[in-house]
């Protein structure tokens, strides 16, 4: 099955959101493959930057 999975890391200076779909048997591994997918992505920092953002005046 095909799943759209967010992952969300509140770290001590933001917090990260990382959405992903990917193929997998379950919601469980459904996560799993994503945080593979996400760890394989920062290991190249180079091949990514923002490109989007949403702005609020506090």
């Given amino acids: 099955m095909k799943y759209h999975i967010t992952l969300k ?3 001590k200076r933001g917090t990260l ?3 992903a779909d ?3 048997d379950s919601e ?3 996560v799993v493959a994503a945080e593979h997918l996400f760890e394989a992505q920062m290991e190249s920092p180079e091949e990514w ?3 989007d953002f ?3 005046r506090l």
């Fill in 49 to 51: 930057t923002f490109d």
């Fill in 17 to 19: 959101y990382w959405v």
């Fill in 9 to 11: 890391a509140v770290m």
């Fill in 22 to 24: 990917v193929n997998a």
């Fill in 28 to 30: 469980e591994e459904a």
């Fill in 54 to 56: 949403d702005v609020e």
